[in-house]
């Protein structure tokens, strides 16, 4: 809940606005600059996290340290996944790991480690360009295209 006074300077009346604020955190022992929601007074500056803000700015964090190990980022999950066309849960098994972890990887709560981003590019690379097994042959078989192009079978 947002406050209706600012604990800094009592301004009351909502003065709180919504703002993109750039701050360092720190992630497995390195530092980054990121860009996040925040609440700020309009009266004295005063700043603070607002409802769902800290889940933002942990995010914010999570893809920068992506970035610059060379991982995909939590949203290139995702896309990846629904361009595929796949349930978390059956993206899960074509991955061969637990669909918690799928679901962690895309809200950016945890980090993949680098064997399992090596393996989510393999295998969705794979998948996105190439019919894994012909479409018809098992329960567990995969056809895929890529979005405006024909399917491959």
Same mark, same amino acid.
């Given at each position: ?73 939590? $949203?290139? @999950? /995702?896309?990846?996944? *629904? &361009?595929?066309? %796949? ?5 899960? !098994? ?12 895309? $809200?950016? @709560? /945890?980090?993949?480690? *680098? &064997?399992?981003? %090596? ?5 969705? !690379? ?28």
């Amino acid at each position: 809940m947002i406050p209706d006074f600012c604990p800094a300077c009592d301004a009351a009346d909502n003065p709180f606005a919504l703002i993109q604020r750039e701050t360092e955190q720190d992630f497995r022992g390195e530092t980054f600059r990121v860009t996040s929601p925040a609440l700020q007074c309009r009266h004295c500056g005063f700043g603070m996290l607002g409802p769902g803000h800290l889940d933002a700015l942990r995010i914010a964090t999570h893809d920068a340290y992506r970035r610059k190990h060379g991982f995909l980022t939590s $949203s290139e @999950i /995702l896309s990846r996944r *629904k &361009a595929m066309g %796949l349930s978390q849960k059956r993206f899960a !098994e074509f991955l061969g790991v637990g669909s918690a972890s799928i679901e962690r990887w895309e $809200s950016g @709560i /945890l980090v993949q480690d *680098k &064997a399992s981003d %090596l393996l989510l590019r393999q295998r969705t !690379e794979r998948g996105l360009y190439f019919n894994l097994r012909p479409a018809g042959r098992s329960k567990h078989s995969f056809a895929f295209s890529l979005p405006g192009s024909p399917a491959l079978t």
